[in-house]
């Protein structure tokens, strides 16, 4: 029934011209971490909450994340700057510096590894790999009253989304919120929930009822790899278990909380300019990665979420009145391939562990008679080759490498950086793009690896599941590149839009709804025609 309204709502729908209407006072930016198109697909059907309200704005259910780096850190790096990774220089969510004087050649995308006793995985958080603007810096050139505020479950969702200089930006630390701000009273808010989602993590968690919809998913799946069976899952977790709160609905209601706690102390929306909250909820992604996205668990997510965005919205009506909410991911997903291969995808598997770089680079060695490992990289994506090497064997080394990868069963292609370097960023819609494109659209020619290896479909990159991962994203596929797009204000018609949108449109967009002037030849993304209220000035 409520695609039939959709579809009457589209194909009834008059051209709109564009009709510059106030900008409103709050825009509301959310992430919906690994919210796969075909996740909001299957349950945007069933859900009445917060989904069913935003559902009635203007929706690109298959829009894009283009870059082949289908990641957390660069999914975040799109939405409010309009630049891909290759622009905005946020290639992975980790790359190689391998001229780096610290022993961890890793760097992290959301850290600064300048900073002395640090590493890839303890880190200083911060933005400056983050080379362009954000939406938050262009309000506040525009209106310097104007406030940007970023609430997050991960670090790098709030500063991918906020950049250089929010106002306040507060994200999920493994154990509490925490922020990378310096000085500035620490908002009454955040003392609250900090007491309270403490409180809250010290008490044991009993089994989510599941509603029937749930419960028809709830069969048990054995994972290969050393993991967990999942499948029925209902977040049952003792007292003090943070890793298991944070793979739970209560992580998004927490950050959710929070989020409503500032909007209240710091009156956003009520000031003399627009202000801007973005909002990463990471719970979706880590449920995903924990369970599979077909299961009973992410079910009782899903529905979770609804709700508690439903109560969000609420809020933000009764408290703020005229805001806009815009609605995304960073990234999609896909199941476990156990289930996907029980469900008839044939070519589900999990990646042979031979294909890590640590091994091939330790097979390498040992045919060039050097000690160790001459490859840094995972098991897809980036990869490069030691520094260290001679020059002269450099070279060989390199084309053994690509040999070898390009001859597995389970590698679709590998490009090298000079390829990638001469190859010109695509133009067609990404639904069109070429492998090569698609690697393109996240090189950055400093940062990127000596060659990047893409999986064939529907090979998941993780052979080992006994740490608690059984399912990921990352890939050049578009079950990992769709993710819906959302824009939403009071008045805004209902349309269902199935066009291969991007999430680099969603800054030239929101610029246009705020009369936000935005140099075209400095982003990726072109405004929406189809957003009204905008004035399209950057197309
Ligand atoms: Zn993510």
Request: neutral net charge; contains cysteine.
């Amino acid at each position: 029934m409520r695609f039939l309204r959709f579809t009457l709502f589209a194909s009834l729908a008059t051209p709109l011209a564009a009709q510059p209407s106030p900008a409103p006072k709050l825009t509301v930016v959310i992430s919906v971490d690994q919210l796969s198109s075909d996740l909001f697909d299957e349950y945007r059907p069933l859900l009445g909450g917060g989904f069913a309200k935003l559902g009635q704005g203007i929706v690109f259910p298959h829009a894009y994340q283009g870059h082949a780096a289908s990641e957390t850190c660069p999914g975040h790096s799109t939405i409010l700057t309009g630049a891909y990774p290759a622009r905005n220089g946020i290639i992975a969510n980790v790359w190689y510096d391998l001229s780096q004087t610290r022993s961890d050649k890793a760097v992290y995308c959301a850290e600064d590894e300048r900073v002395a006793g640090t590493s890839s995985t303890a880190y200083t958080v911060s933005p400056w790999h983050l080379k362009v603007p954000t939406l938050g810096d262009y309000m506040k050139r525009q209106w310097p009253a104007s406030r940007t505020v970023a609430v997050a479950g991960k670090d790098r969702a709030a500063v991918m989304m906020t950049g250089q200089r929010p106002d306040q930006r507060w994200f999920w630390n493994g154990k509490t919120f925490a922020t990378d701000l310096k000085g500035g009273a620490t908002p009454q808010t955040l003392i609250s929930a900090r007491t309270a989602i403490a409180s809250l993590v010290a008490q044991p968690q009993a089994a989510l009822e599941p509603p029937a919809l749930c419960a028809a998913k709830a069969t048990i799946v054995p994972v290969a790899g050393g993991g967990q069976p999942v499948g029925a899952g209902r977040f049952v977790r003792a007292a003090g278990d943070l890793t298991l709160f944070r793979a739970s609905p209560a992580l998004d209601g927490a950050t959710l909380a929070l989020a409503a706690g500032l909007v209240l102390e710091m009156q956003l929306g009520k000031g003399a300019a627009p202000d801007l909250l973005a909002v990463g909820l990471s719970a979706t992604d880590y449920v995903g990665h924990r369970y599979g996205t077909e299961g009973q668990e992410m079910c009782l997510q899903m529905l979770s979420l609804d709700r508690d965005l439903g109560d969000f919205l609420a809020f933000l009506d009764r408290e703020v009145g005229d805001y806009a909410v815009v609605l995304t991911a960073d990234h999609g997903g896909k199941d476990i391939p156990e289930r996907e291969r029980a469900a008839g995808v044939a070519g589900a598997a999990r990646v042979d562990p031979s294909l890590a770089a640590s091994n091939v680079g330790k097979a390498l060695a040992a045919r060039f008679g050097l000690p160790g490992s001459v490859l840094y990289g995972s098991n897809f994506g980036d990869v490069y080759v030691d520094r260290s090497v001679a020059a002269g064997q450099r070279a060989r080394i390199l084309a053994a490498a690509l040999a070898t990868y390009r001859a597995h069963p389970q590698v679709e292609a590998a490009f090298t950086n000079e390829q990638l370097a001469r190859t010109p960023m695509p133009t067609a819609t990404p639904d069109k793009w070429t492998l090569i494109e698609r690697a393109r659209a996240s090189f950055d020619a400093k940062r990127s690896g000596d060659f990047v290896v893409l999986l064939k479909r529907d090979i998941t990159p993780i052979a080992d599941t006994k740490g608690g991962y059984v399912s990921t994203h990352g890939s050049v596929w578009d079950y990992d590149r769709r993710v819906p797009i959302i824009f939403w204000r009071p008045g805004y018609p209902a349309q269902n839009i199935d066009l291969p949108v991007q999430t680099v449109d969603i800054l030239p967009s929101v610029a246009a709804m705020l009369g936000l002037p935005i140099a075209a030849d400095s982003i990726d993304g072109k405004c929406l025609p189809q957003t009204p209220g905008a004035a399209c000035t950057t197309r």
